[in-house]
């Protein structure tokens, strides 16, 4: 059975970084595409980065330049590192893995695995 487990996740002020990581395992190849997703309250849950396992990288225009997807498959790990953090990025962060490939800006209903999501609070 896939899991994912994110952590990493904490309070930071504004100008800060943050760290997250996604633990995989349950799978036996790797999936085509992996990607972090964001929900604050009140809002839809929308991708802001995806990794393809070619390496080939997407980002949300609201993070682009300030956070950097990458993962390690030896270790089965995604991460996300999160730079110049905003009040504005506040939120849940989840963690997601899908049989097919990227194709950025994707509907969360198009991943097939979730991770439980850790919390993103950043005070100005």
């Known amino acids: 059975q896939v899991q994912l487990v994110e952590s990493g996740g904490g309070s930071v002020q504004a100008g800060g970084s943050l760290r997250l990581s996604c633990a995989a395992s349950?799978?036996?190849?790797?999936?085509?595409?992996m990607g972090w997703f964001r929900q604050a309250p009140g809002k839809e849950r929308e991708e802001i980065a995806d990794?393809?396992?070619?390496?080939?990288?997407s980002y949300a225009d609201s993070v682009k330049g300030r956070f950097t997807i990458s993962q390690d498959n030896a270790k089965s790990t995604l991460y996300l590192q999160m730079n110049s953090l905003k009040p504005e990025d506040t939120a849940m962060y989840y963690c997601?893995?899908?049989?097919?490939?990227?194709?950025?800006?994707?509907?969360?209903?198009?991943?097939?695995?979730w991770g439980q999501g850790t919390q993103v609070t950043v005070s100005s």
């Open positions: 990794i393809d396992n070619n390496g080939s990288t």
């Open positions: 349950g799978y036996r190849y790797s999936v085509p595409c």
């Open positions: 997601a893995a899908r049989w097919t490939y990227c194709s950025g800006g994707s509907y969360p209903s198009s991943f097939h695995y």
